[in-house]
């Protein structure tokens, strides 16, 4: 019965877990990313926990290590990260050369949806599909509890199909894509352009902030439910599992799903939009899980 180490590395907290074989947590440790000290100082403290973490459990195999952006896996270095200092570093065989173990590397999107799929809100179900809502707009598809990554590993990435041909601009380089109109980061422009001020897309829903400009919601319930509806149209997955920051907005679960229902190329959808059940744990569980299927 071998321990598994997983590694979540964000914006603002790196975390680490040990599990043994029935996902039962053994140690838990977060420290502060620090991104604003730059690539070597964030690998140091990586190492640093990781260590730790490698001796109190014993860990003989890979080291899971997710983290959001686009995953060069030829190279093991990032794309499209938002702590920039990563991007394009050998963070993978740097890990490797310094902890003297196999380190898994996997996007962040991919890691929750492994979760929720095994341990979380969809472990019912055979091929699912994991949302991260929030900052950004990612996602994951897991089909009997592994990943599927495509022959060029974007399986999954649904903030980046074209919502609306030749529209707003997106830091891909290309126009329309979901992400430029349902991430938070788009919704909180959205309302300062129209309210003036800038608020949390939370704040906004919970204190009905909307109502003073409801055309706000309706493009965004909209949206959201056009967006999904082409993924299903698609994909047909069992299930599908939100999770990211805006996961915790209940009108996604009721007015959210009846306009993705009502999108979709199916007169009776029976597809479940769920919920996430291990919240912002859920990427590190999946790192842990990474050395299983990899």
């Given at each position: ?201 939370t704040d906004i829903i ?15 319930i909209h949206n959201f ?54 919240g912002d744990s859920a ?12």
């Open positions: 019965m071998a321990n598994k180490l997983g590694i979540d590395l964000g914006g603002t907290k790196i975390e680490a877990i040990i599990i043994n074989d029935q996902f039962q947590v053994l140690k838990r440790k977060r420290v502060p990313t620090l991104r604003e000290e730059g690539y070597e100082a964030i690998l140091g403290r990586i190492s640093q926990l990781a260590k730790e973490m490698i001796a109190y459990g014993d860990i003989q195999g890979p080291v899971g290590l997710c983290t959001p952006g686009a995953i060069d896996f030829q190279s093991g270095t990032l794309k499209n990260s938002n702590t920039v200092c990563l991007i394009g570093q050998p963070i993978q065989k740097d890990l490797e050369s310094i902890v003297d173990l196999p380190v898994v590397l996997e996007n962040d999107a991919n890691c929750f949806a492994l979760a929720e799929a095994t341990l979380g809100a969809a472990k019912k179900h055979g091929v699912v599909f994991g949302v991260i809502l929030g900052t950004g707009c990612g996602g994951g598809i897991v089909i009997n509890k592994n990943i599927h990554r495509g022959p060029n590993h974007i399986a999954g990435e649904w903030g980046h199909h074209v919502l609306y041909q030749g529209g707003r601009d997106c830091y891909c380089g290309n126009k329309g894509c979901t992400e430029a109109y349902i991430s938070g980061t788009a919704l909180e422009s959205e309302w300062k352009s129209l309210s003036g001020k800038f608020d949390r897309v919970d204190n009905n902030l909307y109502k003073d400009h409801p055309e706000w919601k309706t493009n965004f439910g056009l967006a999904l509806a082409n993924v299903l149209d698609i994909f047909d997955p069992d299930a599908v599992v939100i999770g990211g920051g805006l996961s915790k907005l209940d009108l996604l679960y009721n007015e959210g799903k009846e306009a993705v229902y009502q999108s979709t190329f199916s007169d009776k959808m029976v597809t479940p939009i769920l919920k996430n059940q291990l990427g590190v569980f999946g790192a842990a899980m990474l050395g299983d299927i990899s």
